[in-house]
């Protein structure tokens, strides 16, 4: 059974910084790639980054492109979402997903990731 657990979530201040954890069970972590959603209250789920399978592409969205860094340990089966320059409009429960087995182009649309977290809040007040 794959699990997927977040952690790192909390309240910062606009111009502070998080680090999101993310580990995987149940899977070789290391071949598949890695994905950052978050939803805002009222609002859709959306894409924030994925990184494929060797931990060696990232790809951002625009919207937080210059202020995430998403990164993949294979050996500690690990993946992480290094958040600075927070901004309010950053607020949301931020999920984490595996899929796209050894994948060659990015992976940004949900139905590809096969197993989610069950999410972690990140609140930033201005």
């Known amino acids: 059974q794959v699990q997927v657990v977040e952690s790192g979530g909390g309240l910062v201040q606009a111009g502070g910084s998080l680090r999101l954890s993310c580990t995987v069970s149940?899977?070789?972590?290391?071949?598949?790639?890695m994905g950052w959603f978050r939803q805002a209250p009222g609002k859709k789920r959306e894409f924030v980054a994925t990184?494929?399978?060797?931990?060696?592409?990232?790809y951002y969205a625009d919207s937080v492109k210059g202020r995430f860094t998403i990164s993949k340990d294979n050996i500690k089966n690990m993946a992480y979402l290094q958040m600075n320059s927070l901004q309010p409009e950053d607020t949301a429960v931020y999920y984490c997903?595996?899929?796209?087995?050894?994948?060659?182009?990015?992976?940004?649309?949900?139905?590809?990731?096969?197993?989610w977290g069950q999410g972690t809040q990140v609140t930033v007040s201005s």
């Open positions: 149940g899977r070789t972590f290391s071949r598949y790639a």
């Open positions: 990184i494929n399978w060797s931990g060696v592409r990232p």
């Open positions: 997903a595996t899929g796209g087995f050894e994948n060659s182009v990015p992976i940004v649309a949900e139905f590809e990731y096969d197993y």
